[in-house]
């Protein structure tokens, strides 16, 4: 039985302009332990599936159709009270952006404290946020912060506990957020876009950082980025988004080596190769489609070099499973 299961999730936002499917129709496993990248272009639904896993989609957005299932049991049917126990005990996530996530008035320890004291791991004081260090505080307490925030790399625990958010770099930001994600150990990670906006060393210690954390405690991750060297860097198996579907999935190496969708093709392609002679970098022409105004048939299909008019004509493509075991959602593979 896999760990994660999404199964036809549906996600929509009604607009002025109309229903926007953000995410449509969606299916993948995550095993336990494994690491699965996300990718696609901005736009394609990435983010919104992370949410929607989470069921914290904001409002006016809701999931329509489909199920997410955590360890056989399905998520859409629990009370909001029973998800609360689910987010950051069972299933955490690193958002995007630290600066906006991070509370700027409370110290970063006391922010750690709170996801313990959440899930009843530390003992609460009177059900209300106080600050870590104030006195009669358990020792304890003291011990499992600084823990969390060691496992991550943050030097000088004691000091950094009592510092506040704008007092650290955007990369160590983003440490403190996977140490309130990881304080609970948690067996599903997602990661969204953790390494975007750091420099290529930072982000190499983040991507380190969470091999480690999966190494360590078996923590199963889902990264979501738009960048394919990042994924092909760290994870195991790789889900191509285009308009909120599935366009290709299977293991990272068969996908990278030998891609099938021609939007996973038109994606590599744009990424530049150092040591290639008079090479130019080949951007997929054209823009993400507009949700509220799909074209029939292929979402893809306006910017596809290989489209023929049947894939404009069809209701909707289905997804195709290959002799190798990959997923992938085109007609040239009927």
């Known amino acids: 039985m896999p760990l ?16 926007v499917r953000a995410v449509d129709g969606l299916s993948f496993q995550l095993r336990r332990g494994e690491k699965l990248g996300i990718v696609g272009e901005s736009g394609s639904g990435k983010s919104v599936t992370l949410l929607s896993i989470l069921r914290l989609v904001p409002d006016p957005g809701q999931i329509v159709d489909g199920d997410v299932r955590f360890r056989g049991q399905s998520l859409l049917g629990r009370s909001p009270r029973e998800m609360r126990r689910v987010r950051g005990r069972e299933i955490a996530m690193i958002f995007q952006d630290p600066m906006t996530t991070l509370n700027p008035v409370f110290l970063v320890g006391e922010q750690v404290r709170e996801s313990l004291r959440v899930h009843n791991i530390v003992s609460p004081t ?26 991550v790399g943050i030097p000088a625990v004691r000091q950094s506990a009592r510092r506040y958010p704008h007092q650290f770099s955007g990369g160590m930001q983003q440490r403190v957020l996977a140490a309130i994600a990881l304080a609970c150990e948690p067996q599903i990670l997602l990661a969204d876009e953790p390494t975007t906006a750091l420099d290529v060393t930072i982000q190499a210690q983040i991507l380190d950082l969470l091999n480690r954390i999966n190494q360590k405690h078996g ?21 191509v988004m285009y308009a909120g ?90």
């Open 245 to 334: 579907q599935l366009m290709e999935k299977g293991p990272i190496d068969q996908v990278i080596e030998d891609p099938m969708h021609p939007y996973t093709r038109g994606l590599l392609r744009c990424l530049p190769r150092i040591g290639a002679r008079r090479q130019r970098v080949d951007p997929i022409p054209g823009l993400v489609p507009d949700l509220a105004n799909l074209v029939p048939g292929c979402p893809f299909a306006p910017r596809c070099d290989v489209a023929t008019p049947k894939c404009s004509r069809m209701e909707a493509v289905p997804v195709r499973k290959m002799q190798d075991g990959r997923l992938v959602r085109c007609l040239l593979y009927r």
């Open 219 to 239: 923590t199963a991750i889902v990264l979501v980025t738009h960048n394919l060297a990042v994924v092909a860097q760290f994870c195991e198996t790789i889900v």
């Open 4 to 19: 994660l299961e999404l199964r036809g999730l549906t996600t929509v936002f009604p607009t002025r302009r109309g229903l």
């Open 126 to 151: 009177n059900g209300v946020l106080t600050r870590l260090f104030d006195r009669g505080r358990k020792a304890s307490e003291r011990r499992r912060v600084w823990q969390a925030l060691a496992d």
